[in-house]
Each structure stands twice: as structure tokens, then as C-alpha cells.
């Protein structure tokens, strides 16, 4: 048995030609969704993200204003921009490419964002909102996920997820995700004693560690969806996730892939979110 693939590119592009449809009905009405994207420093990967995002605003009718600073910009500099973003009506959306350089508190940067426009869901009314169920921004690659499980018209009510990882970008908040749709969760870390044990009772893993091949097609129940967030390169600079995917593909009924599983859905989930953030103000 060979995995069904849930191909995030095409989901991507279908969710964004939804938002080009909005987009357009709040245009007429004279609203433009406007995102502003901030970069401090020359971080390679960081540019790479920041062009991809600007370029999917303008291919779904947003507006976009990319901000670039150097490395040596100060905190309260940064704080001061956010702070201008937060009264400029045109913006409904800011988000500040992490990481930050070291002399900058990022915690503090997110926080001076206001929560209506916390687009990357990282302010800690946007957590607050989520952990219980009010309306809020949702971190993109959690959502994302959300929404890849919803295409293949899955019930998570009464299912095993297991999340492997704790972080407050992808794993906390996917667990509450999760937890919303009625399915028990167990989150796993590096402080699980025996995380294959609890993978095997999984209806349903999402790997989000940053580490290649956490996820063995041994670790996997038959049947399992499988969604892989890691974003690694193996020995020939390859691109690749956190799950061994030639193997796991074997034993899973559904399986993301890497590249174009998660990540497409990431940046798509962004646009969601400006969008939303314009038709709320």
C-alpha cells in the first residue's frame, strides 16, 4: 500500500484563488489588503521567505510593503516602525521575519504588534485566543496543516494525534488545533521516553522538530495521515522533511511531502489571514 499524497501546492492554489476573489469584492468597496513585511539583517533564508511572501500578496491582489533594515538597526527603531505600522490604516497586516538579530528582543517586537494585525498569529492575545476558542489569528503552519487535513475530508473526532514537537510556532498551537476538532492529543518532545510507542498509536502524526528521519516507517500504524513540517537538507543538499518518506509512504494512508506539502500552505495561510484582518477593520 503506497500513501495518498496531499499535495500542498494544488491545495495552495485553490485556497488562493479564493482569496483573489475576496480580495476583489473589499477592492470594490475600496479596501486593498495591505501586509507589511519587515526584514532586519541579511539572513539568506529569511530573504528567500520575504521575496516569496511579497510575490503572493501581489499574485492574489494584496498589497504589499516590504520594509528592509540593516542588522545593525536598533530595538527601539524596530519598535518605532511597528509602532507606525500599527496606525497606518492601509496596513492590516505586520509581520516581522524572525530571527531577529541578537541585540533585539524578538518576544518584545511581537508584542508591540497590535493583535489585529498579527498576521503570524505569534502575539500572546493570538495564543490566548486560541487556548480557549475565540476568534484570533491562527499561526500559518499549524492552519495550514488544519486545512490540508480538511481536504482529504478528515474526521478528527474521537482520532489519536500525536505532535512531535513543543514549539510555540507549530506544535503547542497544532495541538490545541487539534483538540478543537475533537481529537486526543498527545504531544511529543525530546524529553519522551519512547516516542515510538506513542507514534504507534498515532491515527494521525505531525512532525515538527527540525530533525531528519524523527519519523521511521516502524514508528507508523497502517492506514496513519502523516503531515511533515521539517524543513531539513540531507547529505547531498537535498531538500527534505522531518519523516523518512520513502519508507513511511509504504505503511501511511496519507502523506505530505517536502518540498510542496506544508510549506506552499504556510505563506497561502498568510494571505488568509491579511485578508481576514481587512475585513475585520
Known sequence: MTAQLIDGNALSKQLR???AVRASALRARGITPGLAVVLVGENPASQVYVRNKVKACEDSGLHSVLEKYDASLSEADLLARV????NDPSIHGILVQLPLPAHIDAHKVIEA????KDVDGFHVASAGALMVGQPGFWPCTPYGCMKMLESIHYDLKGKHAVVIGRSNIVGKPMALMLLQKNATVTICHSGTANL?????QADVIVAAVGKRNVLTADMVKPGAVVIDVGMNRNEAGKLCGDVDFDGVKEVAGYI???PGGVGPMTITMLLVNT???AERA
Open 196 to 200: 515510538k510507542a506513542m507514534t504507534l
Open 83 to 86: 509602532e507606525a505600522l500599527n
Open 275 to 277: 485578508l481576514e484582518a
Open 256 to 258: 505530505t511531502p517536502v
Open 113 to 116: 504588534i497590535s493583535p489585529a
Open 17 to 19: 484563488a479564493e482569496v
